[in-house]
Nanobody, 126 residues
Framework: QVQLVESGGGLVQAGGSLRLSCAASGRTFKRYAMGWFRQAPGKEREFVAA????????YYAHSVKGRFTISRDDARNTVYLQMNSLKPEDTAVFYC???????????????????WGQGTQVTVSS
């Protein structure tokens, strides 16, 4: 069982930065790939970024590549999402999630994630 708690969301102007954190409980954190997803009002949940469990390979949605960076600190059981050059279209509730496998190697399928946090709101004003 893994429990996830996100933090770091808030209101920021376009062009600004935020860093999201996701703290995980349990001793098996390092065995999980970790992902960030987001959901805007009226839209489906979409993949943002993921990091694997060994070697820390990273994966990004096209819309955030070059602006967002995912990282993990296994000693602290924490995964981060550094978001730079934020745009109003980044406004959403951001969720972190934990997965043990990826059928396509991209860790971008929400239904393959077993554990989810409660989400943190990110609002980017224009």
């Amino acid at each position: 069982q893994v429990q996830l708690v996100e933090s770091g969301g808030g209101l920021v102007q376009a062009g600004g930065s935020l860093r999201l954190s996701c703290a995980a409980s349990g001793r098996t954190f390092k065995r999980y790939a970790m992902g960030w997803f987001r959901q805007a009002p009226g839209k489906e949940r979409e993949f943002v970024a993921a990091i694997s469990w060994i070697g820390g390979s990273t994966y990004y949605a096209h819309s955030v590549k070059g602006r967002f960076t995912i990282s993990r600190d296994d000693a602290r059981n924490t995964v981060y999402l550094q978001m730079n050059s934020l745009k109003p279209e980044d406004t959403a509730v951001f969720y972190c999630a934990a997965a043990r496998y990826s059928s396509n190697g991209g860790f971008n399928l929400p239904y393959e994630y077993a554990y989810w946090g409660q989400g943190t709101q990110v609002t980017v004003s224009s």
